[in-house]
Structures are given as structure tokens and as C-alpha cells.
């Protein structure tokens, strides 16, 4: 269970509290990390790290899947990497009304931040939400 059956893959699983959303084997996924972005590939050295708002773009069987995430944490070591995430979307499928929701409840957590991490997290949202609703306009 613990190797993948592909050379060069890894184990990919992107878990909500609820369920697990997606367990794939990747052969890359970039990762939308506190401290920037970074590419997980498989032999990647053991990371814990915190995720920005952000899209994780998933490379598994050749295809590429976008999934937006507001927060979460990647789990990494050399066979596997887990994004513990309170929701993820995949990118293909928000609808407009979706983004509208999600922008507006950003916009107002943003209007209501006192504290300088919760105003720049809410703003990165903000950030990220906009982009994805220009490229799907």
C-alpha cells in the first residue's frame, strides 16, 4: 500500500473533514504553500507546511486537474502527499455563482479583518478568487 504502482508517482490524497475529495497517483503537484509555491514530485524530502488561498495544480495520468483551496495543510514525505483542506473546488467546475459566493464572503471577511494575518489572508483569498473569475469569464 505504501509505493505506488507507476514508477515515479506518489500517493496523492487531498482530504475535507468530511471525506477524502481525491486520492490519486501524481506524478507532480504544485502546492500553494504560506511561504510560496512549491512542486511535490515523488522521493520529496518530509515537509509539513501551511497553504495559502490557492489553486494546487495536480499532474496524474498525464492529465492536469486545478483545485482551488482557502486553507489547509500539506503532509509530505517521500511516497506521498496529503492536503488536509477545509474545502477544495476543482477549478473547472466553479460557476460563476460559486465565485460570486465565495468573493463576496472573502470581500467581507476582508472588510471586517482587525489583525494583520487575517486582513493578509483574506486579501490573498480576495487575490485568488478574482483571478480564477477573469479566466473563467
Same mark, same amino acid.
Given at each position: 500500500?505504501? !509505493? @505506488?504502482?507507476?514508477? +515515479? !508517482?506518489?500517493?496523492?490524497?487531498l482530504? @475535507?473533514?468530511? *471525506?477524502i475529495?481525491?486520492?490519486v497517483?501524481?506524478e507532480?503537484? $504544485?502546492?500553494?504553500?504560506s511561504e /510560496?509555491?512549491?512542486?511535490?514530485?515523488?522521493?520529496?524530502?518530509?515537509?509539513?507546511? !501551511?497553504? *495559502?488561498?490557492g489553486?494546487?495544480?495536480? &499532474?496524474? +495520468? /498525464?492529465?492536469?486537474? *486545478?483545485l482551488?483551496?482557502k486553507s489547509?495543510?500539506?503532509?509530505?514525505?517521500?511516497? %506521498?502527499?496529503?492536503?488536509?483542506?477545509?474545502?477544495?473546488?476543482?477549478?473547472? =467546475? &466553479? !460557476?460563476?455563482?460559486?465565485?460570486?459566493?465565495?468573493?463576496r464572503?472573502a =470581500?467581507?471577511?476582508?472588510?471586517?479583518?482587525?489583525?494583520?494575518?487575517? *486582513?493578509?489572508?483574506?486579501e490573498?483569498? $480576495?487575490?485568488?478568487? %478574482?483571478?480564477?473569475?477573469?479566466k473563467?469569464?
Amino acid at each position: 500500500q505504501g !509505493t @505506488s504502482g507507476m514508477a +515515479g !508517482t506518489f500517493k496523492f490524497e487531498l482530504v @475535507s473533514p468530511e *471525506r477524502i475529495l481525491l486520492s490519486v497517483d501524481a506524478e507532480q503537484v $504544485v502546492v500553494p504553500g504560506s511561504e /510560496g509555491d512549491f512542486a511535490v514530485l515523488p522521493g520529496h524530502a518530509p515537509v509539513i507546511a !501551511t497553504l *495559502r488561498p490557492g489553486v494546487l495544480d495536480v &499532474m496524474a +495520468g /498525464g492529465a492536469k486537474k *486545478r483545485l482551488f483551496v482557502k486553507s489547509g495543510f500539506a503532509d509530505v514525505d517521500a511516497a %506521498r502527499l496529503t492536503i488536509l483542506a477545509q474545502k477544495a473546488y476543482d477549478v473547472e =467546475e &466553479m !460557476t460563476a455563482a460559486v465565485l460570486a459566493d465565495e468573493l463576496r464572503l472573502a =470581500e467581507a471577511e476582508l472588510a471586517g479583518a482587525q489583525a494583520d494575518d487575517v *486582513r493578509i489572508a483574506a486579501e490573498t483569498l $480576495v487575490n485568488e478568487l %478574482r483571478k480564477i473569475s477573469a479566466k473563467a469569464a
